[in-house]
């Protein structure tokens, strides 16, 4: 958890009765490969109803109460080792259970990031319909230059819909509504020919417009009566896809049709897919698709807005059907990013090396070659150049071994006076170990300049065997062990590190120390 991050949150929750509660809870627990989103805004879409009054039960839902919503966009608070290209502060939108709450866990697979310039309440109210109308054309077998019937195209996953062929090189594009006011919708979202179902013969309507063939594939959002005219509107060895139930799922239809014409029924839902057959969905997305959406070729239509206290409002404008577009919830100001402390997470690259502060250094070394690690490479009186604790010059020095255990490196230091320095103030404190770990970079300033603007202070710093031989401590030690150090790289000290990793590699017990002159490390050649 950030600084900034509350400990409780608003929810709507479910399974109370016919409305959700707004409710104050913990923010949700983090699991293993999830990512914690902020969510700005979050859409309804009537699968959230459905699960109100219990006609649809998805696999996220696992109690008679739920956290309520399915589809939103957000900023990145705690991103995930499974998604290192959506670090904290990426702006995404996406799909999840509990969406409609102030933080969300998610699958990182169920996110996508948000173009440039897409406003979050724009981005929330396009998840659910992009994936569910990309996955039924894709189970269609759509192809550029195909006829499509968009049958119910004034709800808000239609008009998606219609954009969503139109922008995949569709050919004749048919839809519907039962409002000549709602016409005009469908032809800004691009379809060429509308149908009121109430008033125009819908079959003939779309026989006219394909020269008697009927459409390659039809996309029905409303089922009920209507849908037994679907098979013929649609041609021989064509495709009808039934994603939504507006009118029931009760229908009637004709199978002699449907066989001589050798067509194909699919029904699709998300209702019972894992995340990570959901994310398969999301990720059939790009490019194409969020490339539509990146340059405006695909837009979401909203309805209104409201804040989550107002649900009451937003859930009975939807069961009137009185929304064109989408309903969605503002859980943040949509116009200004919510602050995130992105975290230190690889700011310094890799631990290569673990330091050990002790009173006694050799009785040190032999413990540590009694646990099998060695040989060690000992240098007495170092005396840094240009050493500084807290800023002021200090004469400090010390005795220090070095010695592999694979990759990792482990330094014993032991200081021989009583000059200032963070090694003498953690033996004085009471300790002894594990007083640091080490990140070995070439690009030192570049390094020390990043983390002195992200805040860090400088406790001590010198240079071991000339300019490249710099080294800085940095004053993190909250807790025993976890000062931070960064060491130069470009100079002769690789080489000497580089030959004390082989050695070990190749160490068979004998000759467990080797002392070194520490003017070798000043050598342009230290081998």
Known sequence: MTNNTPTTMRALVGGYGPDWRLEQHELPTMQIGGVRVRVVAAALNRADLYMLEGTYSPNSKTSDTYGAGMEFAGIVEISSPMAPYLPAGTPVMGVTRAAFADYALCHPGTLLRMPDGLSFTDAAALPVGLITEHDALLQAGFEAGNSVLIVGGT????????QLVKALGAGTVI???????KRPALLDAGADITVNTKTDDLVQAVLDATGGQGV???????????????PSATRVGGTIVNIGRLAGPDTALNLDEVSFRRQRLIGTTFSVRTPEEIAQ????????????????????????TYPPEEFLDAASRLRANQALGKIVFLFADPDTQPTVDRPVANFFGTIAQIGYVVK?????????ISLGVGPWFLTKGVKPDNFTYRGEPSDMVMDVAVANSGDIQIELIQPVN?????????LVA???????VAYWTTEYQDLHDRALAAGFVVGQEGAIGGPQGRFCYFDTDRQPGT?????????????????????????????????????????????
């Open 216 to 230: 390659d594939i039809t996309i029905d959002h409303v089922g009920g009566k209507q849908f037994e005219q679907l």
């Open 281 to 304: 969905v999301c990720a059939a997305l790009e490019p194409e698709v969020m490339a539509a959406v990146a340059d405006g070729r695909i837009t979401a239509r909203i309805d209104r």
């Open 430 to 436: 009471g300790h002894e170990g594990m007083q640091h």
């Open 155 to 162: 709800a808000a996953i239609g008009l998606l819909g219609i």
């Open 483 to 527: 000062v931070i150090e960064i060491s130069d790289m470009a100079g002769p000290k690789a080489l000497l590190f580089s030959y004390v990793k082989q050695a070990a590699a190749a160490w068979d017990g004998t000759q467990p120390i080797v002392t070194i002159d520490p003017e070798l490390l000043r050598s342009q050649q230290a081998g």
């Open 175 to 181: 839809a519907t509504t039962t409002s000549d006011d």
């Open 360 to 368: 006694n250094l050799d009785a040190a070394i032999q413990h540590w």
């Open 418 to 426: 009583d000059a200032p320095s963070m090694y003498r103030d953690f």
